[in-house]
Nanobody, 116 residues
Framework: QVQLVESGGGLGQPGGSLRLSCAASGSMIRTFGMRWYRQAPGKQRELVAAITAIGDTVYTDSVKGRFTISRDNAKNTVYLQMNSLKPEDTAVYYC??????????WGQGTQVTVAS
């Protein structure tokens, strides 16, 4: 079993920054693909960013150039650095872990609200 705990959400200013963390326990994530998803009210959950075990990254178009996903395997933690925040970034952000060939796991989510 893998437990994921997100932190770092809260209120951000338009144009400001927030950094989300996803701390994993129960298993080392160094071989896992890791992802950040978000879900805004009334909308479907969408993939925001993903990072492979070897560090390759992908981003949804709306966050390219603004968000950066990274991982620190020694700390068993994945991050999402969010810069140039926009009101449309407001959502609950979820961490997702994908072990090779195994079930995937979700965190409980952290609320990000972008407003002045």
């Amino acid at each position: 079993q893998v437990q994921l705990v997100e932190s770092g959400g809260g209120l951000g200013q338009p144009g400001g920054s927030l950094r989300l963390s996803c701390a994993a326990s129960g298993s080392m994530i160094r071989t896992f693909g890791m992802r950040w998803y978000r879900q805004a009210p009334g909308k479907q959950r969408e993939l925001v960013a993903a990072i492979t075990a070897i560090g390759d990254t992908v981003y949804t178009d709306s966050v390219k150039g603004r968000f950066t996903i990274s991982r620190d395997n020694a700390k068993n933690t994945v991050y999402l650095q969010m810069n140039s925040l926009k009101p449309e970034d407001t959502a609950v952000y979820y961490c997702n872990a994908r072990p090779p060939g195994g079930d995937m796991y979700w965190g409980q989510g952290t609320q990000v609200t972008v407003a002045s």
